[in-house]
């Protein structure tokens, strides 16, 4: 079974800010992984997500708009978030925050559970924009208003 997590490319990159590297540091990182439980709560908090389970009961899939933002596979290893691009993705794999998500379109990577909060929370948030803004104008309408601000 091939997961079709691949996504047609944002109209335009909608975070160039993102693509700048990120620094670990004792700040930032927390004692313990974050959990699938942790994931859903960040997910489910973001306005009209969904989540399916189409990839079978051991993967959640966290949808916005019919699309996926997020995939947490069976083995809870890491999460699989969109971002703006593939230079983004390679940029994020180089400097050892992410690593390439199986299965998925270069443009995708997978965040590990280990990662700081922050790091995680900001990664979801900014999938969930940029597929929220790839979504037809009448499917945003029918969705909740998008939150003012995001990590």
Known sequence: MVMACSLAPPPAPVERAAA???TRTADTRHDAAMSRQTVSRLCAALP?????????PDHDSWK???????IVGSQAHGVSVNTDSVETARM?????VATRAPYCHASWVSVPMEA????MAHR?????????AS???KAQAALPPAPDTAG
């Open 20 to 22: 700048t590297p990120l």
């Open 48 to 56: 009209g997500a969904t989540l399916d389970h189409n990839f079978g």
């Open 64 to 70: 916005i708009g019919g699309k996926l933002f997020a």
């Open 92 to 96: 994020l794999i180089d400097a050892g």
């Open 116 to 119: 700081a909060a922050e790091e």
């Open 124 to 132: 979801i948030a900014v999938s969930y924009r940029l597929v929220r």
């Open 135 to 137: 979504l037809t104008r």
